[in-house]
Structure formats: C-alpha cells, structure tokens
C-alpha cells in the first residue's frame, strides 16, 4: 500500500519549498504551487523510500520536499506505472504524464529518473496518510 506522507508547494521560484501536508487539488494543480498552471507537469511525486535511500547514501539529511517534489509517497514503485495511468489519491483522481524528469546531456543524476508527474483529472482533498493506488 503506498501512502501519501507530504504535500509540498513552492509558491515562487526564489522561495523554500514548504510542507503544506494537506491541499484541496484543482484542475490545474494544487493552489499556490508555481507549478499551478494547468499543463502536464502539475505534480511531481517522489517515493520517500527512494529519496531517504538516496539521502543516506549520500551522507544527506532528508526532508519532505528536499528534492522539489510536490508528493512524497511511501512504498511507491515507479518501475509499475506507464504514461496514461490513473492514480488516486483522497478525493482527487491524477493521470501519470510522464515518468523522469527532463535533464540535460550534462545533468545526469538518478533522483531525475525516479520523479513522476501528473496532471489532476479530478479535483478534491488530499492529506497526508492519505492511500495512494493506481486504478
């Protein structure tokens, strides 16, 4: 069972990113996020398992919204979603729109490859603890 454990906003591009934990999703993303403009990359979500690993590895402190992500879901493998599935999530329903993010030929780095974004399909609440699971 995959669990939502943040939700995160960053409302400008000069600001920290911060925890919210819970936001009342639009149809063009979550209010007040810079990334609210409809479009398909409204959400970004990041498995927290992968994100702590990374983290510790690194010799890092991990915090909700350390690499940007708007979701930080628990138990969420990313290798069992293809471009076009349907996520819920509280009351909200998401559609994947891509998986990894855009990187330059310079810029490779493997907390890209496990970011997922996706557009809201259905508005609603979404708070932390809330089950996140594929339709």
């Known amino acids: 069972m995959s669990i939502l454990k943040s939700v995160c906003i960053k409302e400008k591009r000069t600001n920290k990113i911060k925890n919210i934990k819970q936001a009342d999703l639009i149809k063009t993303g979550i209010p007040n996020d ?45 290798s069992k979603l293809k471009v076009g599935d349907k996520l819920r999530v509280g009351d909200s329903r ?12 310079n810029c490779k780095n493997e907390i890209h490859d496990n970011f997922v974004f996706a557009k809201v399909l259905h508005d609603g609440i979404v708070t ?8």
């Open 128 to 135: 932390e603890g809330d089950e996140l699971y594929i339709e």
């Open 94 to 105: 998401l559609e994947i729109t891509q998986i990894g993010a855009n990187k330059s030929k």
């Open 34 to 78: 810079i990334h609210c403009t409809g479009g398909d990359f409204q959400i970004s979500i990041l498995s927290e398992d992968f994100a702590k690993e990374y983290c510790e590895k690194n010799n890092k402190e991990y915090f909700y919204g350390e690499f940007g992500e708007n979701f930080s879901v628990e138990n969420f493998d990313i």
